[in-house]
Structure formats: structure tokens, C-alpha cells
């Protein structure tokens, strides 16, 4: 099998392109990225011991049954079996496709495993181990043919702290810890010895999986910059009830921008109305039990009161309740009951799969049918995960209700609208409320709010509003970590990790190749410094460019510091330093050095000016090939050239401390050159009258590198 590195389908050996999404089976699908992945190890508990008397044909009949469930139940939570030894499984959790939640996945599944095994009544115990950090994963690898997809101390770990786990019990590392806590109930447990680690790694048992709300849960956070959008959405609302007249409306924004905070605000203005409101809320899911519907689903779950734990008996009891409640003809209760049920998980005759215009009909009646009832508000979460069915079911259902009180919500990221360039366009019922980042000033008071200990000094506080970038989720969570003490700026928090990677790794691979290029030369970029990154037609890098700015990950600056160069910029930080974060080194290092001759190429009278980029691309080259342990003599020179020249300029601006901080980096590269090589007299002499400089200015702190 060939694993497509764009949407992770497993393909025929011999295949030419991928069978689920069409991209090409190339070079792309056997890449190495930087991941951070969840890694699952699951073992039997004395398994060996009792089949040493055993006829390796009765050993196959036992573990084929476990092997099939336990590879069912990690699927179903969207992780890979990367190999089975014996009676212990390895699963991947990231790879080759991340999901923003992959440390949840992993420990819901092994959850779902342990509590199969309690229940089997096959006389087997389990022990299961998550752990979560970096590794190199071979995107086209094939594990079904014993190629291994992840290297990484991470997945030793894990092995380690498998072999630690309680019988029949699940112990997760500290990473994987912090990252589900909000969805997981755990336990502290002993730390573990881990054999090769010089500290004992602190480790939690997990007891349970939280269940997902329904419902909208208050917050005690104040709302923060968005009074506007939250106007928008209390007046459509009002103009709903007023005129009984159905509308669609539909918040748009890239992850943690607020869209969810929006939806609770409009719930709290829902509930101190006089008048009675139907609240009902459905998510589409990108994993396990999203299949077709889901998000309806749980609308009709909510309005009929079937819960998951409910017998047959007692949901159709329910089912036959509300009808009843809500219709009065029994021919049309009937109908409607042979269409609800497979949305309720209700097995019956199902009505023909052809009759797909009867079944929408049957769903828009049952929806009429409450909003009749008294006004109704629909909130369909994460459209952009829903399947194409229920996105026409969404689209159209304002469309085809007349004279009923009904106000669909829909929450969703730009990819929907590059699914769906029309999605409810034309309608004069239909408002998108599109979210932008927040000012600075709204920025601080998020992380004021989050925050319950002294403020940050002013330093600290303007750094971490540069790297949440009015991204109030991000700005939350930084806030979170330091006040934690779980990590720094320079630490990026898993749940951002985990929102932006999951984002890049559904976009194609030509996008997201580009967006690994583009992050090479910074935070700004220009499509003919791509191309000769990418070694690329300049034509196909703006058609990309084009597609990732209608996604809300790049965007395109009104000037351009390059004559005869669009300049783009990415649309946040953070996602250049994921994208970075992914390429491996060695590959890293090429695309640096290619990056330094395109700059090299540009205006070589003015070499002077771009010293600076051009140090930095040669001594990034350098350090990573020194990490991967392959031979730097051929750049030292043109970086240490590149580093006077840098420190030079600097010097001639007064801003002395970056000048000596050039000229010490020129220095140290010296020291792997040739005795000969270059005059270190000189270089040393700039520096001290640099330093010089330094001291004579009296405030240092407002000596800043003028291109940094």
C-alpha cells in the first residue's frame, strides 16, 4: 500500500495517484515531516506465559480477534496501527495526517480499548501507555509491509511507560496530560523509572472520558472586542421572532478566533428573553462517530430526549412522544418517524436510498414542526467537518421554510467557503458575520482576564501580544502556560500545535509544500523567492498563493520591499513557525541555502542591505547540517563574509549592540576556517569599536537591530 501524504488514504501499491482524493502518488508521498504525535502502546498482560503450551494455530485464533478490534477502535479514532508484535500494538496518533485533538483521540481510544477488554469476558487484561511529543515521520511509509512511519525518543517512552501501566488500566506522559485534561478525568499515579531516563517521568492514569455538551455553558470571561458581531447575531434573532421569518447566519473565522464564544453569547441574549426559546445545537465531528448527519443527529437527540445510554424501548419511546407533541396527523407522525430514526441510531426500514429529496422533506417538516412550536434557534457547529449531504441540507433549509420563527447558526473556518464559494450567497435571508483578529488593547484584556496573579512585566506582556496576534485562544493559552509555569513564549502550547498543524495537514500538498517554502524566508515572502526555494514555476506559486490567501493563511501586503514582487505575509505567526517547525533539518538547511541565492541575485550593489537575511540563511544552514552531522566547509566562508557585512551596516546606523553580536558570529565562523583565511585583526578591531559604542550610549535597551 502507498499512504497519500495529502489526505492519508492507503493506496495500491502500483497506483499512480490517490484513490481517495486525486493527488499524485510522487515524490510528495514519501516526504519526512517534523510531528508532533500521540503514540499508543497496548500490550497483553501475560499473554506469552500462557501461550507457551499453546498450538501456534490456537495463538492465531486468539489474537486475530483482538488484533481486529483493537485496529477497528484505533480507526475509528482516526489513528494508524503502525504494527502489531506479537500480542502488543503501536498506533500513531498525527501521522500522516494531524488532527487538532490527536492527544484526546489517542487516549479516548485507549479508553474505548480497556473498557472492551473488562468487558470481553475472554479472560484477557491489558496494559496501555500514551505519550505525546516530536518525531520524524516517513510520510509514504507502508506499515502493513513492516516499513516504520515515526522515529523519535517519544515512542520509546511510551513503550516504557506501557510496561508501567496497571492491569486493565491506561497511564498517559505529562504532555498528553496537559493537553486532554479538559476532556479527561485522570488520577496522579506514581512516577514512572524509566529505563534510559536520568528522572522519573511523572505519569496519570485515566479514569474516563468527559461527554461532549449540548448545551451552551456560560462563561465568566468577559466578552472582549466583539459587541458588533454579537449586534448582528441578537438582530437577526429579534427580527426572527418579530417577523417569523427563517435566516441563515453564518460566523466565519479561522480556529480560536471566538466563533464558538459568539454562539454562547447569543445563547445567554436567548435565555433572558420573555418569550421561550428552542435552543438546539449539533457538531459535525472530523472523527469516529462523525458519520453523515452527526451534527443533525444531535439535534434530534436533543429535541426528542433519546440519550445514548437509552434502550430501544425507551428511544422510540421518546421519538413517538415529541411526535405526538408536536403533529397532530398520524399518517404524517408515521413518515416522519421512518426518516428520524436512523438519525437517532434506531435500527428499522430505512427508507429508499434513492429518495434522498424525501428524506430532507421529512427533516425540514420535523424542523418546521418545532419552530411552529415557539421560536428556534439551529446551531450547526464546525460545518467545515460536515459531509457534503448535510451542507446542502444546511444551505437550503432556510430556503424552503416559510413563515416559521427559525434562526440557523452555523459556525465554521474558511475552508467552507473554498468548498462552498456560493454557501448562502443570493439569499436576502442570509448574513455572514466574518471574525478578524482582535486590536492589541482588546488582546491584553484576554490575557488580563486569564490571568489571576501579578501582572507580566511590560516586556513579557508585548511579546506574547506579538505571538498571539489578536488570536484570543492563542493569547489565553500563552497567558495559561506562563502563569502554569509549563512554558515560555518560545514554547508554543499543544493546543495551538495541535489547531494549526491539523489545518495544514488538510490542505494539499502543493499548499502546504509552499506554505514549508515560504516559511523558510520568514514571515514575509515573495512567489519568485518560492519558485527558486521550491525550484518552481513562478505561475503555478501565485495560483497556490491565490488559493491559501482565500483560506485565511496568507494575505497580501499593499507594498512590496522587493521592486517587481508582490509581497505576501503570513496571516499569522504562528503558522510560519509550525509549517518551519515541520520541515526536517536537512531539508531545512537546503531550502535556506537556496533562499540566500535568491538574495544573493538581487541588486548586487546593495549586497550591504540584505547582510543581515543573508547571515541569517547561511548560519541556519550551517547549524542544521552541523546537527545532522553532514559537512558545512562550503558555506562558512559566505556566512562569515555575510556576517561582517551585516555587522558593518549595523555599525554605520549606531545600532552598536547588533554590530557586535554580527561581528562575534564572524569571528566564531573564522574559527572553522583556514588560519589564513580572511583578517580576523580587522574583524576584531570593528567589534571592540563597536563595543565601544555600546558602552558610550549609556542605554543599551534602546539599541535594536534595525532589521530585526
Same mark, same amino acid.
Given at each position: 500500500?502507498?499512504?497519500?501524504?495529502?489526505?492519508?488514504?492507503?493506496?495500491?501499491?502500483?497506483?499512480?495517484?490517490?484513490?481517495?482524493?486525486?493527488?499524485?502518488?510522487?515524490?510528495?508521498?514519501?516526504?519526512?515531516?517534523?510531528?508532533?504525535?500521540?503514540?499508543?502502546?497496548?500490550?497483553?498482560?501475560?499473554?506469552?506465559?500462557?501461550?507457551?503450551?499453546?498450538?501456534?494455530?490456537?495463538?492465531?485464533?486468539?489474537?486475530?480477534?483482538?488484533?481486529?478490534?483493537?485496529?477497528?477502535?484505533?480507526?475509528?479514532?482516526?489513528?494508524?496501527? +503502525?504494527?502489531?508484535?506479537?500480542?502488543?500494538?503501536?498506533?500513531?496518533?498525527?501521522?500522516?495526517?494531524?488532527?487538532?485533538?490527536?492527544?484526546?483521540?489517542?487516549?479516548?481510544?485507549?479508553?474505548?480499548?480497556?473498557?472492551?477488554?473488562?468487558?470481553?469476558?475472554?479472560?484477557?487484561?491489558?496494559?496501555?501507555?500514551?505519550?505525546?511529543?516530536?518525531?520524524?515521520?516517513?510520510?509514504?511509509?507502508?506499515?502493513?509491509?513492516?516499513?516504520?512511519?515515526?522515529?523519535?525518543?517519544?515512542?520509546?517512552?511510551?513503550?516504557?511507560?506501557?510496561?508501567?501501566?496497571?492491569?486493565?488500566?491506561?497511564?498517559?506522559?505529562?504532555?498528553?496530560?496537559?493537553?486532554?485534561?479538559?476532556?479527561?478525568?485522570?488520577?496522579?499515579? +506514581?512516577?514512572?523509572?524509566?529505563?534510559?531516563?536520568?528522572?522519573?517521568?511523572?505519569?496519570? +492514569?485515566?479514569?474516563?472520558?468527559?461527554?461532549?455538551?449540548?448545551?451552551?455553558?456560560?462563561?465568566?470571561?468577559?466578552?472582549?472586542?466583539?459587541?458588533?458581531?454579537?449586534?448582528?447575531?441578537?438582530?437577526?434573532?429579534?427580527?426572527?421572532?418579530?417577523?417569523?421569518?427563517?435566516?441563515?447566519?453564518?460566523?466565519?473565522?479561522?480556529?480560536?478566533?471566538?466563533?464558538?464564544?459568539?454562539?454562547?453569547?447569543?445563547?445567554?441574549?436567548?435565555?433572558?428573553?420573555?418569550?421561550?426559546?428552542?435552543?438546539?445545537?449539533?457538531?459535525?465531528?472530523?472523527?469516529?462517530?462523525?458519520?453523515?448527519?452527526?451534527?443533525?443527529?444531535?439535534?434530534?437527540?436533543?429535541?426528542?430526549?433519546?440519550?445514548?445510554s437509552d434502550s430501544t424501548p425507551d428511544a422510540e419511546a421518546k421519538l413517538a412522544a415529541s411526535l405526538e407533541r408536536l403533529l397532530e396527523d398520524e399518517a404524517e407522525r408515521t413518515w416522519?418517524?421512518?426518516?428520524?430514526?436512523?438519525?437517532?441510531?434506531?435500527?428499522?426500514?430505512?427508507?429508499?436510498?434513492?429518495?434522498?429529496?424525501?428524506?430532507?422533506?421529512?427533516?425540514?417538516?420535523?424542523?418546521?414542526?418545532?419552530?411552529?412550536?415557539?421560536?428556534?434557534?439551529?446551531?450547526?457547529?464546525?460545518?467545515?467537518?460536515?459531509?457534503?449531504?448535510?451542507?446542502?441540507?444546511?444551505?437550503?433549509?432556510?430556503?424552503?421554510?416559510?413563515?416559521?420563527?427559525?434562526?440557523?447558526?452555523?459556525?465554521?473556518?474558511?475552508?467552507?467557503?473554498?468548498?462552498?464559494?456560493?454557501?448562502?450567497?443570493?439569499?436576502?435571508?442570509?448574513?455572514?458575520?466574518?471574525?478578524?483578529?482582535?486590536?492589541?488593547?482588546?488582546?491584553?484584556?484576554?490575557?488580563?482576564?486569564?490571568?489571576?496573579?501579578?501582572?507580566?512585566?511590560?516586556?513579557?506582556?508585548?511579546?506574547?501580544?506579538?505571538?498571539?496576534?489578536?488570536?484570543?485562544?492563542?493569547?489565553?493559552?500563552?497567558?495559561?502556560?506562563?502563569?502554569?509555569?509549563?512554558?515560555?513564549?518560545?514554547?508554543?502550547?499543544?493546543?495551538?500545535?495541535?489547531?494549526?498543524?491539523?489545518?495544514?495537514?488538510?490542505?494539499?500538498?502543493?499548499?502546504?509544500?509552499?506554505?514549508?517554502?515560504?516559511?523558510?524566508?520568514?514571515?514575509?515572502?515573495?512567489?519568485?523567492?518560492?519558485?527558486?526555494?521550491?525550484?518552481?514555476?513562478?505561475?503555478?506559486?501565485?495560483?497556490?498563493?491565490?488559493?491559501?490567501?482565500?483560506?485565511?493563511?496568507?494575505?497580501r501586503d499593499r507594498r512590496s520591499s522587493v521592486a517587481g514582487e508582490t509581497e505576501y505575509a503570513f496571516a499569522h505567526a504562528l503558522v510560519r513557525d509550525v509549517a518551519y517547525q515541520q520541515?526536517?533539518?536537512?531539508?531545512?538547511?537546503?531550502?535556506?541555502?537556496?533562499?540566500?541565492?535568491?538574495?544573493?541575485?538581487?541588486?548586487?550593489?546593495?549586497?550591504?542591505?540584505?547582510?543581515?537575511?543573508?547571515?541569517?540563511?547561511?548560519?541556519?544552514?550551517?547549524?542544521?547540517?552541523?546537527?545532522?552531522?553532514?559537512?558545512?566547509?562550503?558555506?562558512?566562508?559566505?556566512?562569515?563574509?555575510?556576517?561582517?557585512?551585516?555587522?558593518?551596516?549595523?555599525?554605520?546606523?549606531?545600532?552598536?549592540?547588533?554590530?557586535?553580536?554580527?561581528?562575534?558570529?564572524?569571528?566564531?565562523?573564522?574559527?572553522?576556517?583556514?588560519?589564513?583565511?580572511?583578517?580576523?585583526?580587522?574583524?576584531?578591531?570593528?567589534?571592540?569599536?563597536?563595543?565601544?559604542?555600546?558602552?558610550?550610549?549609556?542605554?543599551?535597551?534602546?539599541?535594536?537591530?534595525?532589521?530585526?
Amino acid at each position: 500500500m502507498v499512504t497519500c501524504a495529502t489526505c492519508g488514504h492507503d493506496n495500491p501499491a502500483d497506483a499512480s495517484f490517490c484513490n481517495a482524493c486525486g493527488s499524485a502518488l510522487t515524490a510528495l508521498s514519501e516526504r519526512e515531516e517534523r510531528k508532533i504525535v500521540s503514540v499508543l502502546f497496548a500490550d497483553l498482560v501475560g499473554f506469552t506465559s500462557r501461550s507457551e503450551n499453546l498450538d501456534p494455530e490456537d495463538v492465531r485464533a486468539l489474537l486475530t480477534p483482538y488484533w481486529e478490534h483493537l485496529r477497528n477502535e484505533l480507526e475509528r479514532y482516526g489513528g494508524t496501527v +503502525e504494527k502489531f508484535i506479537g500480542d502488543a500494538v503501536m498506533a500513531l496518533f498525527g501521522a500522516p495526517i494531524a488532527h487538532e485533538d490527536d492527544p484526546e483521540r489517542a487516549v479516548r481510544a485507549a479508553l474505548a480499548i480497556r473498557d472492551w477488554v473488562r468487558m470481553s469476558g475472554e479472560d484477557l487484561q491489558v496494559r496501555i501507555a500514551v505519550n505525546t511529543g516530536e518525531v520524524l515521520v516517513l510520510l509514504g511509509a507502508r506499515p502493513a509491509q513492516g516499513e516504520g512511519m515515526a522515529a523519535g525518543d517519544v515512542v520509546n517512552t511510551a513503550s516504557r511507560l506501557q510496561s508501567a501501566a496497571p492491569v486493565n488500566g491506561v497511564i498517559v506522559g505529562e504532555a498528553t496530560f496537559h493537553a486532554t485534561r479538559e476532556t479527561i478525568d485522570y488520577r496522579a499515579a +506514581e512516577p514512572v523509572l524509566a529505563k534510559g531516563k536520568t528522572k522519573p517521568l511523572p505519569v496519570w +492514569e485515566a479514569l474516563g472520558a468527559r461527554s461532549r455538551a449540548t448545551v451552551e455553558t456560560p462563561s465568566a470571561a468577559p466578552l472582549v472586542g466583539r459587541t458588533q458581531e454579537l449586534d448582528l447575531l441578537v438582530g437577526a434573532l429579534e427580527r426572527t421572532r418579530s417577523e417569523a421569518k427563517p435566516q441563515l447566519v453564518t460566523i466565519v473565522g479561522v480556529p480560536g478566533i471566538g466563533k464558538s464564544r459568539l454562539v454562547t453569547e447569543l445563547f445567554a441574549a436567548a435565555d433572558i428573553q420573555p418569550e421561550w426559546i428552542t435552543w438546539r445545537r449539533g457538531r459535525s465531528l472530523p472523527y469516529g462517530e462523525g458519520v453523515s448527519f452527526w451534527a443533525l443527529g444531535e439535534i434530534a437527540k436533543a429535541e426528542t430526549g433519546v440519550l445514548e445510554s437509552d434502550s430501544t424501548p425507551d428511544a422510540e419511546a421518546k421519538l413517538a412522544a415529541s411526535l405526538e407533541r408536536l403533529l397532530e396527523d398520524e399518517a404524517e407522525r408515521t413518515w416522519l418517524s421512518d426518516h428520524l430514526r436512523p438519525l437517532l441510531g434506531l435500527a428499522g426500514v430505512a427508507p429508499r436510498a434513492q429518495d434522498q429529496s424525501e428524506k430532507f422533506s421529512a427533516w425540514r417538516r420535523f424542523l418546521e414542526a418545532i419552530a411552529l412550536l415557539r421560536p428556534t434557534v439551529l446551531v450547526f457547529e464546525d460545518m467545515h467537518w460536515a459531509d457534503d449531504d448535510l451542507v446542502d441540507f444546511v444551505d437550503e433549509l432556510a430556503d424552503w421554510l416559510v413563515d416559521v420563527p427559525l434562526l440557523v447558526v452555523c459556525t465554521t473556518r474558511p475552508e467552507l467557503l473554498e468548498r462552498r464559494p456560493g454557501w448562502g450567497g443570493g439569499k436576502p435571508n442570509a448574513l455572514t458575520v466574518s471574525l478578524g483578529p482582535l486590536s492589541d488593547a482588546e488582546t491584553a484584556r484576554v490575557v488580563a482576564a486569564t490571568l489571576d496573579q501579578a501582572p507580566l512585566s511590560a516586556e513579557l506582556h508585548e511579546a506574547l501580544l506579538e505571538r498571539a496576534a489578536g488570536n484570543p485562544l492563542y493569547a489565553e493559552q500563552y497567558a495559561r502556560a506562563i502563569a502554569e509555569g509549563s512554558g515560555g513564549l518560545n514554547d508554543l502550547p499543544d493546543t495551538v500545535h495541535g489547531l494549526i498543524a491539523a489545518r495544514l495537514d488538510l490542505l494539499p500538498a502543493a499548499e502546504k509544500s509552499l506554505l514549508q517554502d515560504a516559511a523558510v524566508l520568514g514571515r514575509t515572502f515573495w512567489p519568485e523567492a518560492i519558485a527558486a526555494i521550491a525550484e518552481d514555476d513562478i505561475g503555478a506559486i501565485e495560483v497556490l498563493l491565490r488559493a491559501l490567501g482565500r483560506k485565511e493563511f496568507v494575505r497580501r501586503d499593499r507594498r512590496s520591499s522587493v521592486a517587481g514582487e508582490t509581497e505576501y505575509a503570513f496571516a499569522h505567526a504562528l503558522v510560519r513557525d509550525v509549517a518551519y517547525q515541520q520541515i526536517p533539518r536537512v531539508l531545512r538547511a537546503e531550502k535556506h541555502v537556496r533562499a540566500a541565492a535568491w538574495i544573493e541575485a538581487l541588486s548586487p550593489d546593495r549586497a550591504g542591505d540584505r547582510a543581515d537575511l543573508l547571515a541569517h540563511h547561511y548560519r541556519a544552514a550551517i547549524d542544521l547540517r552541523a546537527a545532522a552531522g553532514l559537512d558545512t566547509a562550503d558555506l562558512v566562508e559566505r556566512a562569515r563574509a555575510a556576517c561582517f557585512e551585516a555587522g558593518t551596516r549595523a555599525a554605520s546606523l549606531n545600532a552598536n549592540k547588533s554590530a557586535v553580536r554580527h561581528y562575534t558570529a564572524a569571528l566564531d565562523l573564522m574559527d572553522l576556517l583556514p588560519p589564513d583565511s580572511g583578517d580576523r585583526q580587522e574583524v576584531l578591531l570593528a567589534r571592540e569599536e563597536a563595543a565601544a559604542g555600546v558602552l558610550a550610549s549609556g542605554d543599551t535597551a534602546r539599541d535594536r537591530d534595525p532589521g530585526g
